[in-house]
């Protein structure tokens, strides 16, 4: 049976905390293997991308597998071709399938008529291969996990949603300050409360960053929409992660940002340039986390 990682909670908990050991000795190894080797993965791709993209790409060669990459334009499914009749082909063609896209749903379906690997490189839903390269990031500088208090900071966006599932494998203290009206998704919300997240969701970002360790952000207009883009300004320009209300954190906080970045909107160019980012090793760790998810999904069908 395939193995899928369609979300963070397709990891039981012990396995969560696995990969982020396994992703630092990959890191510090610059670990390569035979993993893949004689096997194919597609890389379908419906949303731009530059770290998501290169990463694993690189990650896959690393591994010793090959790789292709298609848009939906590039394919049968820009012409509307039924998923389960694309998800079907696949399986004939290749041994997994890497997949950038709007709904959840598309993974959904590809994983259960195609017959192989479904990895999630983003959906509106959730972003799980970013957050837990995120996870590494923290783990790197603050290995007491559950000590920590992290701050999220914007859009109740899929990177809030997988933070929340984050928070029920890893047990740090997780306050997201969103606007009114722009609060992560209710379910996934309430599915990490019922699991034991320690999760508080509030509209003062003041409140959500006080002594914070961590300060997460994002854009406030996902792809897809640049046509609230504007009145998002408006709305989101309390939340701006600026100098000021970084000194509301701990003196030692370290902020986050999972690129690209609107310097300036949600995020001021001297905090991205200064001495608390860490946005550089985030993006880095993309490529170690990216092998230690393909090291999971595959390491049982050799």
Known sequence: MARHFLQITDLKRSEAWNMLTRAKEIKASNWRSSLLDGKTLILLFE???????????????????????????????????????????????????????????????????????????????????????????????????????????????????????????????????VPQGYEPNPEVLQQARENGANVVVTNDPREAVSEAHYVNTDVWASMGQEDSAEERREIFAPFQVNSRLLALARPDCKVLHCLPAKRGEEITDEVMEGEASVVWDQAENRLHMQKALLEWVFEEQN
């Not at 010793?64 to 820009?78: A, R, Y």
Request: net charge negative; charged share 20%; hydrophobic share 45%.
């Open 47 to 177: 949303k731009a991308s530059t770290r998501t993209r290169i990463s694993f790409e690189v990650a896959i060669r690393a591994l010793g597998g090959d790789v292709l990459f298609m848009t939906n334009k590039e394919s049968q499914l820009g012409r509307n071709e039924p998923l389960r009749d694309t998800a079907r082909v696949f399986g004939r063609y290749v041994q997994g399938v890497v997949v950038r896209t709007f709904a959840q749903e598309v993974l959904e379906e590809l994983a259960s008529a195609g017959g192989i690997p479904v990895i999630n490189a983003l959906t509106d839903l959730h972003h799980p291969c970013q957050v837990m390269s995120d996870m590494l990031t923290v783990f790197e500088q603050t290995p007491d996990i559950p000590s920590l208090k992290i701050a999220w900071v914007g859009d109740g966006n899929n990177m809030a949603n997988s933070w929340l599932h984050a928070a029920m494998h890893f047990p740090f203290a997780l306050h997201l300050a």
